[in-house]
């Protein structure tokens, strides 16, 4: 397994398969790239079902064991199934999807070998759903979160993006994952560096604080330093060591599980990222927040791609504490890597986020 400079090893990949979608979230930032979704016709530019086998194949090679499908609207691409199913057998498959066009498809999904899905769900109240996501789809994205339970999915966990829009909705959603078995929730700080709008930030760690009077048991997860919190349904007599199975652990069957993902000026989150993403393009990309390190793949042969592989590996830096670093109190871009990064004019620099170029 490779490790970049800093010791983190390599162990999952995240691919996007389309920058095309059929919602228009407010704080899509598109895996880093900013709004670059066109209309919903396939577009040539878009790595084939091949290229995509190809590369997995190739960091399968270096011990690569998880990848997760990404848009855009992943499921907007017709051999989904295909590329599942080709997927190396050693690695985890997951989805992060909208959800909308699972019923249908989420058994065929389970099985090409489909393991796990995310599905985004950022409020359980029609019309706030309708103005984050510029949609009126929420029944369908209901009956995605059905579909994939169906399918043998579970657990299945819901996105939601928490900002000034929705985060009034979170204690609803807490108790709704609480008292539906098979359903996690994953809380994701709203992430203004990518997705512009500094004023729809919210302090996240305010929502840790509530989680943690209202849990029952909070574990820490290694990865990434987060914190777990289970939650009892509201009439539940249970709770704290009654959760807690004969093993020690929790039983998932009597609590719903709620995990914040906050990286916005977070090292140790930084610190312990083991992934690198690929762009619908074929570029290959060592950090989210950053657009200056895109590598392409060039005409896609497993050599040029081991070694391109290799070098972002080799090129990738904690974004925040190495990459940005702060002075006086503010975060600064570090000018070490500034200088010597290859910058592609497809996509815009560290400086040009999206909330500067969408006019």
Known sequence: MLADEFGREVSGVRVSLTDRCNFDCVYCHNEGLGDTRGPMAPREHEMTTDDVVRFLEVVAEFGVDSVKFTGGEPLLRDDLEEIVA??????????????????????DLVDAGLERVNISQDALDRETFKQVTQAGAYDAVMDGVDAALDAGLAPVKLNMVVFEQTAGYVPEMVEHVAENEGLRLQLIEYMPEIAGHPEWAIDIQRVHDWLAEEADQVERREMHDRRRYWVTPEDSDGGGDDLLGDDGAVDESRAGMVEIVDPVENPTFCANCHRVRVTHEGYLKGCLNRNDDLRPMGE???????ETFRETVANRVPYY???????????????????????????????????????
């Open 86 to 107: 080709r997927t190396p057998e050693m690695m985890e498959t997951s989805l992060t999807t909208n959800g909308t066009m699972l019923p249908g498809r989420a058994e």
């Open 300 to 306: 896609m042969t497993r050599a040029e791609i081991r």
């Open 321 to 359: 504490g190495e990459y940005m670093v702060k002075e006086d109190g503010e975060w600064v871009v570090n000018e070490e890597y500034l200088d010597d990064s290859p910058v592609n004019d497809a996509y815009p620099t560290v400086d040009e986020t999206p909330a500067e170029t969408d006019d």
